[in-house]
């Protein structure tokens, strides 16, 4: 399919990023279940949780659209996700994991901000207003998750890995 | 290699991350061949200068904290460029492509965003503070450049992706 104007962008972002957090929505689970640190672990749950609702938001946004809910494998999600796995994988002291799993996170989350930052500009500029309201709900809680991610790492996590030995 | 302490994350991350701006590099020319608005290519441009100079400036940052600079092929890189190498194959208008562009570039800018301020973040608690200084100095360029591309998508390029048929 030729991408003939903004609206064609607009459809296969949407395939990209549903795609994206289908993904995401099965690899969570692995790193709730990774995490050592209470924080870390409901910051998680609460994300996979949302998540989960964001898929949901994101079929809502194709139906407002008028567009099936397709998806288009996301390679960049794919790629951060191997990643995501390989950190799993390290022979590490929880605390260190829980470190390297908050930074692998705060890389996916960043991935999302730039992708729903561009279909909320994109959605606006079509005049897909309501679809843009949901976008940017979604864009706001990626900011907020990667927020507390910060929190945890500075006021927990990153201290504790840094005295181990 | 065990990741016994922060110390360990912080080498493992900057081995990552090396890698990842040398894929960038690589790739950065192809965007820049195939752009058509001129703010966009000169952005482009100065972000392929900017992103040689990281790459000098990450060396330093090996040397600074005693570590043999290597890096480790960073998947999550491969997979966003494997993505943008997708989007220049697209058929579509030269100002719809300069469009998808701008996305898969923020994309690229906001992993190097939440890259850097990990490394920043670790750098500093771990007392590396010139090394600290130098990341920060990245993270700073990664951010303009990403506010740079925003503008250039609302103020030029979405627009007339938008009225194009």
Chains 1, 2 share one sequence.
Request: glycine share 2%.
């Amino acid at each position: 399919m030729p991408l003939r104007n903004l609206e064609d962008c607009f459809h296969d972002e949407l395939k990209d990023v549903l795609s994206a957090e289908k993904q995401l929505t099965r690899s969570l689970p692995k790193l709730v279940a990774a995490a050592e640190a209470e924080a870390l672990v409901t910051a998680l749950e609460e994300h996979l949780a949302e998540t989960e609702q964001q898929v949901a938001r994101l079929e809502q946004v194709f139906e407002l659209v008028d567009f099936a809910p397709r998806s288009k494998k996301c390679k960049a999600m794919q790629g951060l996700l191997e990643e995501t796995a390989d950190v799993l994988e390290e022979e590490a002291d929880p605390t260190v994991l829980d470190a390297m799993i908050i930074a692998a996170a705060q890389k996916v989350e960043h991935y999302e901000i730039a992708t729903y930052g561009t279909l909320c500009a994109w959605a606006r500029l079509l005049g897909h207003n309501e679809a843009a309201g949901l976008l940017d709900q979604t864009l706001q809680e990626e900011k907020a998750a990667d927020e507390k991610l910060t929190v945890i790492a500075l006021e927990l996590v990153n201290r504790e890995a840094a005295v181990n030995v």
